[in-house]
């Protein structure tokens, strides 16, 4: 069964070792930290994530970000150690992630970026019902070459899984 719990100090190593090994080919920032950097940004920082567990081991953490209580929106992210990739717990993390977040914060739409390159989180988050939203034209440079960022988002009441 699927779990999630805010992270705290002592997820910091598998964070940061899960953020760092999808940095380059997945992420938006393909900058690499150490720890000590890690836990200086968490102290820094306080922010918003849960770790995702799976049969008792942590398998990844969902991020959050520009939560607007006004508007009621949010920004969500994962990532999954690479280990637990591919096998169906992307999909059923968020599905019970989402209709939490929903519901705790009183949320109207969650949106996510995507690279374009990232076809199977793009087939993901179409399986989960998200809509583009958008596209950033050459958002993001990698090694010289620029990729397109895609904006998706998904309303509470086009959620099918609560």
């Not at 000590?36 to 970000?65: C, L, V």
């Not at 949010?74 to 637990?84: C, M, R, V």
Request: net charge neutral; proline share 2%; hydrophobic share 35%.
């Amino acid at each position: 069964m699927i779990e999630f719990t805010p992270i705290r100090q002592d997820d910091l190593q598998f964070l940061c070792e899960v953020r760092n090994e999808c940095a380059v080919e997945y992420l938006h920032d393909s900058r690499t930290f150490t720890l000590e950097e890690t836990i200086k940004w968490f102290e820094n920082t306080h922010p918003k994530f849960w770790i995702i567990w799976y049969g008792g081991h942590r398998i990844g953490y969902f991020r959050t970000s520009n939560y607007s209580e006004v508007n009621h929106n949010i920004y969500i992210g994962a990532d999954l150690h690479k280990d637990f990739r591919g096998k169906g717990l992307a999909y059923e993390s968020y599905c019970r992630f989402m209709p939490i977040l929903f519901k705790e914060l009183n949320l109207h739409k969650i949106s996510l970026e995507v690279l374009e390159t990232n076809t199977r989180a793009i087939n993901l988050y179409k399986k989960l019902g998200f809509k583009i939203d958008g596209i950033k034209r050459e958002d993001v440079e990698k090694n010289g070459i620029w990729f397109n960022s895609i904006i998706m988002s998904i309303l509470k009441n086009e959620l099918k899984y609560e």
